[in-house]
Each structure stands twice: as structure tokens, then as C-alpha cells.
Nanobody, 125 residues
Framework: EVQLVESGGGLVQPGNSLRLSCVASGFTFGSCDMSWIRQAPGKGPEWVSVINSGGGTTSYADSVKGRFTISRDNAKNTLYLQMNSLKPEDTAVYYC??????????????????WGPGTQVTVSS
């Protein structure tokens, strides 16, 4: 069965950094595009970043561009999200997911068949 397990979340102060990891199993990770999706309190899921199967092409939401970096290590079946200069508005549950958005929409409305359980990121002073 497909499994995605995130780790690395926590409570940090504004301006600090976190590195999220997602370990995948149960499918051919190296053949699949991958995404990070987040959901803040009271809001719907939001696309954060996308990476193609080989890792050579990436894209980011405008709100995180220049601060976050998505990457992957296909030999380790692992997806990463380096988050720098964190802001309180980055507070959310962050999910690792297969696939990519079918359009340029900000809010998630389909495109990923499998999600991990998520990891909480809280940015507060």
C-alpha cells in the first residue's frame, strides 16, 4: 500500500528555519511528481510547492517563493521542504502528496491521489 510519512515539523520563532522530510513507500517514487500542500487553521488546503519526478523542475506558491526550497532524493524515496525565514502566516499542517495541481489554482481541488498524515508547523513568538 502507498505510504507517505512526514516529519520535521515543530514550534519555531519567526525568522527561523525548518526542514520537512517525507519518506515514501509502496509505489515507484522516482517516476512520480510530488507536492507539498498545507492547511492553515480555518482555511482549505493550499498548494505550496511541486517537483517533477527527476527533481529538475520545481514550482512554488507566490507566498513562499524565495523562502522555501523543494527537493528530493529518489535513491532514498524521500521528499524534502526546506523552509527559511518562516512567518506566522506559514503556520499550518504540511502534507506530502503525490501528483501536481491540474491548474494554477492556489487552493487544492484535486490532483493528488495520496497524502501523508501531515506534520504541524507553528511559527510564533
Amino acid at each position: 500500500e502507498v505510504q507517505l510519512v512526514e516529519s520535521g515539523g515543530g514550534l519555531v520563532q519567526p525568522g527561523n528555519s525548518l526542514r520537512l522530510s517525507c519518506v515514501a513507500s509502496g509505489f515507484t517514487f522516482g517516476s512520480c511528481d510530488m507536492s507539498w500542500i498545507r492547511q492553515a487553521p480555518g482555511k482549505g488546503p493550499e498548494w505550496v510547492s511541486v517537483i517533477n519526478s527527476g527533481g529538475g523542475t520545481t514550482s512554488y506558491a507566490d507566498s513562499v517563493k524565495g523562502r522555501f526550497t523543494i527537493s528530493r532524493d529518489n535513491a532514498k524515496n524521500t521528499l524534502y521542504l526546506q523552509m527559511n525565514s518562516l512567518k506566522p502566516e506559514d503556520t499550518a499542517v504540511y502534507y506530502c502528496a503525490t501528483g501536481r495541481p491540474p491548474s494554477n489554482s492556489k487552493w487544492y481541488s484535486g490532483g493528488s491521489d495520496y497524502w501523508g498524515p501531515g506534520t504541524q508547523v507553528t511559527v510564533s513568538s
